[in-house]
C-alpha cells in the first residue's frame, strides 16, 4: 500500500503546486491553464484521448520490441563475430549521432505518414541502449572463467550461448530499463512531423489552434504511458536474471 500511495502523493504535490503558481503568477490561459482546464479536457474529450492514445501505445510497444530484439541480434552477432563487429559498430554509432529530428522527416519521407514511420523511429531509439548494454555485457566476461571453459570441449558457440549470455543478461535488463523511457520518444517525434493520429498528432493541432489545456492532457497521457512502460520493464527484467536481485 505504501509502494502504491507515493506516486499519488507526487503526482498531489506537483498537482497543488501547479495551482499555486497559477494562482499566484496569473499567467494567461493559452500558457499555462489551471489543472481544473485540463482536467475539464479529459471530462470532455474522453474518447478522442483515449484513441489517439491507443495510436501512440500501439506505435511504442510495436518500437520497443523491434528495437529490442535488433538491439539484442547485433549484440551476440558483433560478440560471436568480432571481425563483423569491427565493421557494423561504427555504423551504429553514427545512425546513432543523428539527432532524432533529423532522422525524422527522412523516415516519413520513406515510410509515409502512417505507423510504419513512427515504429522505424522509435525502434531506432530503442536498438542503440539495448545493443550498446548487451553487447557490453558480453564484452565483459570473465577472462578467468573464459580461460577455463577454454579447457574443455566446449565449443566458440557453445561458449557464447551457455557462458557469456547468461552472465550478460542483468546488461541487457539495465539496457531494456534505459530504453523504455526513451520508447515514447520516438512515436512522439515521428508524430510531430507527420501524422493522422496519435498523442503527437493531438500536440501539434492544439498547439496550432493555442488550445494549450488539451497539450497538457496529452502530455500527462504520454507520461503515464511512459511511466507504464517503465514499470512494465521492472517486472519483467527480473525474470531475465532470477539468481540476481540486482536487476
Request: net charge positive; aromatic share 8%; glycine share 6%.
Given at each position: ?22 494562482s499566484i503568477a496569473r499567467p494567461p490561459a493559452y500558457i499555462l491553464p ?18 489517439n492514445g491507443l495510436v501512440t501505445l500501439t506505435e511504442i510497444l510495436a ?84 580461460d577455463a571453459t577454454a579447457l574443455t570441449t566446449a565449443t566458440h558457440w ?90
Amino acid at each position: 500500500m505504501r509502494v502504491a500511495l507515493t506516486p499519488l502523493r507526487i503526482a498531489a504535490t506537483l498537482v497543488i503546486a501547479w495551482q499555486a503558481l497559477v494562482s499566484i503568477a496569473r499567467p494567461p490561459a493559452y500558457i499555462l491553464p489551471p489543472p481544473l482546464d485540463v482536467a475539464a479536457v479529459f471530462l470532455r474529450q474522453p474518447s478522442f484521448l483515449l484513441t489517439n492514445g491507443l495510436v501512440t501505445l500501439t506505435e511504442i510497444l510495436a518500437g520497443f520490441g523491434l528495437g529490442a530484439a535488433l538491439g539484442i541480434a547485433t549484440a551476440l552477432a558483433i560478440a560471436a563475430l568480432p571481425r563483423l563487429g569491427r565493421l557494423v559498430w561504427p555504423l551504429v554509432l553514427v545512425l546513432q549521432a543523428f539527432p532524432v529530428f533529423v532522422l525524422a522527416p527522412v523516415l516519413v519521407l520513406w515510410f509515409g505518414f502512417g505507423l510504419a514511420s513512427k515504429v522505424v523511429m522509435t525502434t531506432i531509439i530503442i536498438f542503440f541502449p539495448v545493443a550498446s548494454a548487451f553487447a557490453d555485457g558480453l564484452r565483459r566476461t570473465d577472462p578467468d572463467l573464459l580461460d577455463a571453459t577454454a579447457l574443455t570441449t566446449a565449443t566458440h558457440w557453445q561458449t557464447l550461448i551457455h557462458v557469456r549470455l547468461p552472465l550478460a543478461l542483468p546488461a541487457l535488463a539495465s539496457g531494456l530499463k534505459v530504453a523504455a523511457p526513451l520508447a515514447p520518444l520516438g512515436a512522439v517525434v515521428g508524430e510531430w512531423v507527420g501524422a493522422s493520429a496519435g498523442l503527437g498528432f493531438v500536440m501539434v493541432q492544439a498547439n496550432a489552434r493555442m488550445q494549450t489545456e488539451t497539450m497538457f492532457a496529452a502530455m500527462l497521457v504520454l507520461a503515464a504511458l511512459t511511466l507504464a512502460m517503465r514499470a512494465a520493464v521492472d517486472g519483467i527484467t527480473p525474470y531475465l536474471t532470477p539468481w540476481s536481485n540486482d536487476t
